[in-house]
């Protein structure tokens, strides 16, 4: 079985703070996303990686930047929380066979709960 | 942005065939068309994807017309362990592929 894990389900800072969220996947897959999920607009992609220490932006990076130094790891950097930043927070994988094969299935973690005060 | 327009919410009840149907006017030539369901406190979880005509797995059934145009997914007789949000998604292998805000859809007993 796939598994995507996320460090940690809950997270509370505030506001100013650097935030650090970790994802990590067993299957060895190429790509990586991170993604908000916020009521009433679905899930918004912020970045995503389709090799190690490459990244790519999605529609919302404002705010954010990535890290990722090893294929199982993707990493979502708050560089300076922000209230608005309070947010479901959801890292996907996925095989890459041809050509960035986004369309390829993603495997999503169970995503982290974060609320900046 | 999502190249996709849903419907908001559907309610249904135990047993039913529900459809849902996706309309994506711009879809490109090289695009797929994929679903994925969510359930609450958890991540998305991939459908059925497909390019033209009928794809069918355990799960549902794809429906996709000449004009790919729209699409429907069909989910025959639901359970109330079907309620969940559902996404439609079109794009190809290097082009973007976004989740809108999906279809919640309820069922009752």
């Known amino acids: 079985d796939v598994k995507v894990t996320q460090s940690s389900r809950y997270l509370v800072k505030r506001t100013g703070e650097k935030v650090f969220l970790e994802c990590v996947q067993d299957?060895?897959?190429?790509?990586m996303f991170w993604y908000r999920q916020d009521p009433g607009l679905g899930l918004r992609l912020i970045y995503f990686?389709?090799?190690?220490?490459?990244?790519e932006k999605g529609d919302i990076p404002e705010g954010y930047s990535v890290s990722r130094e090893k294929k199982e790891r993707f990493s979502l950097i708050l560089e300076s929380a922000s209230t608005n930043q309070t947010s479901m927070y959801l890292c996907?994988?996925?095989?890459?066979?041809?050509?960035?094969?986004?369309?390829?299935?993603?495997?999503f973690g169970p995503g982290t709960r974060l609320t900046v005060l | 942005l999502a190249k996709t327009t849903q419907p908001i919410s559907m309610d249904s009840y135990e047993g039913q065939e529900v459809n849902i149907t996706c309309s994506h006017n711009?879809?490109?030539?090289?695009?797929?068309i994929t679903w994925y369901q969510q359930f609450p406190s958890q991540g998305p979880r991939f459908i059925i994807q497909?390019?033209?005509t009928k794809v069918t797995n355990e799960v549902a059934s794809l429906f996709i017309p000449a004009d790919r145009k729209s699409s429907t997914l069909s989910l025959p007789r639901v359970s109330l362990s079907d309620t969940a949000v559902y996404y439609c998604?079109?794009?190809?292998?290097?082009?973007?592929?976004?989740f809108g805000a999906g279809t919640r859809l309820t069922v009752k007993p």
């Open positions: 497909g390019y033209k």
């Open positions: 996907a994988s996925s095989f890459r066979a041809a050509g960035l094969a986004l369309r390829n299935e993603q495997f």
């Open positions: 998604l079109v794009g190809d292998n290097n082009n973007d592929m976004r």
């Open positions: 990686s389709y090799d190690v220490k490459m990244k």
């Open positions: 711009n879809i490109a030539t090289n695009d797929y």
């Open positions: 299957m060895d897959h190429e790509n």
